[in-house]
């Protein structure tokens, strides 16, 4: 297996692991209190945008040349660093607004 597939194989199994919690957290948000809940909709959806970009950056490497995919995979890593900042920070609000839910 070549340097590129592996790499697209790794960004595909992260892609589908980030899906999965995505849905995940989107399942929960009933567990949260109204003004929490507005914000992390908010911020479900701008993942669900960032993914989507990221899987036409990937569907866009899997299209290109050899030679092009060292160019290409620059601003797939730039979205991608986007998307895994943008996941982490609702896993943790989420995971905050819960534990002040509780607190309660």
């Known amino acids: 297996m ?3 597939n592996e790499y697209m194989e790794k960004l595909k199994a ?3 692991e980030w899906e ?3 849905d ?3 399942a929960r948000l009933d567990e ?3 003004d929490a809940k507005v914000k992390l909709d908010k911020t479900i959806k701008d993942l669900k945008v960032k993914q989507k970009d990221m ?3 990937l569907k866009q490497l899997e299209g290109a040349a050899e030679e092009a995919w060292t160019d290409i995979k620059d601003g797939l890593e730039l979205a991608w660093d986007s998307l895994k900042l943008g996941f982490l920070a609702a896993k ?4 905050e607004r819960k534990q002040q839910k509780k607190s309660k």
């Open 2 to 4: 070549t340097k590129r």
């Open 14 to 16: 992260q892609l589908e």
């Open 20 to 22: 999965y919690d995505i």
């Open 32 to 34: 949260v209190q109204d």
């Open 55 to 57: 899987q036409g950056k």
């Open 24 to 26: 995940r957290l989107e």
């Open 92 to 95: 943790s609000e989420f995971v």
